[in-house]
């Protein structure tokens, strides 16, 4: 269990052009879930936290009106780059937050989608 | 503020244990996470502690001591498929409930 999925997986654009990306939590719901972004041999930078039915949290210097963030229901988060640039080819990757049994508590793991690899030309 | 440390590269053989150590300096704490990513990929669950103690999955455990702030994953019996970068992330249910994720270790296993 505990799957999500991104489509696409590769995404090629030209300059000035919206991208959007879409991240399913394929057997399970997600109230939250997470955007990330990642360069080449660098770790996981954290853009936003994504709510199911409200808006989402962005981290400090992410500009949200260029990545625009929709919740729309409990699988379901989109992220679209708008008005691409080179400088935001990048490797996008989603998590949904799932609620796991661990010996009668509950663990909330996040689990990742396979990731779009945005290029912009 | 926020920290989480852990070594960039480590080599190991095949056959081979290795441990990688991660520490950390939080605001708030519920939990440790290991997570494996080879290159190219999204990163995998492999481990939650939040609990004191070892944490045996398999070949690979985790080890969590709250009050040292430290935390460490061992691979035991390395395989080759282990090469890949190993993310330690503290859930810090204080701060939206996200994680804080150190910046990773690589990892090369050598035959």
């Known amino acids: 269990g505990a799957v999500v999925s991104q489509h696409p997986s590769w995404v090629i654009c030209k300059s000035g052009t919206s991208v959007k990306i879409e991240c399913r939590s394929l057997d399970f719901q997600a109230t939250t879930m997470f955007w990330y972004r990642q360069f080449p041999k660098q770790s996981l930078m954290l853009m936003a936290t994504?709510?199911?039915?409200?808006?989402?949290?962005?981290e400090q210097g992410v500009e949200k009106d260029k990545f625009l963030i929709n919740h729309a229901s409990l699988t379901l988060s989109t992220l679209t780059v708008t008005s691409a640039h080179p400088e935001d080819s990048s490797f996008y990757i989603c998590?949904?937050?799932?609620?796991?049994?661990?010996?009668?508590?509950?663990?909330?793991?996040?689990?990742f989608g396979p990731g779009t690899r945005l290029l912009v030309l | 503020g926020q920290n989480i440390d852990q070594p960039t590269e480590m080599t190991a053989t095949e056959g081979a244990i290795v441990q990688i150590n991660c520490t950390y300096q939080t605001s708030g704490f519920n939990g440790l996470f290991w997570y494996q990513q080879h290159a190219g990929e999204a990163p995998t669950f492999l481990s939650y502690?939040?609990l004191d103690g070892l944490e045996e999955k398999g070949r690979f455990s985790s080890f969590l001591s709250r009050s040292k702030g430290y935390s460490y994953l061992l691979l035991k019996e390395l395989q080759m498929k282990d090469s890949a970068s190993y993310l330690c992330a503290v859930h810090n249910a204080g701060n939206n409930r996200k994680l804080i994720w150190g910046l990773g270790t690589s990892l090369a296993v050598n035959p």
């Open positions: 994504s709510n199911e039915g409200s808006k989402a949290t962005y």
């Open positions: 998590s949904a937050r799932a609620l796991d049994r661990d010996r009668g508590s509950y663990q909330e793991t996040q689990y």
């Open positions: 502690n939040v």
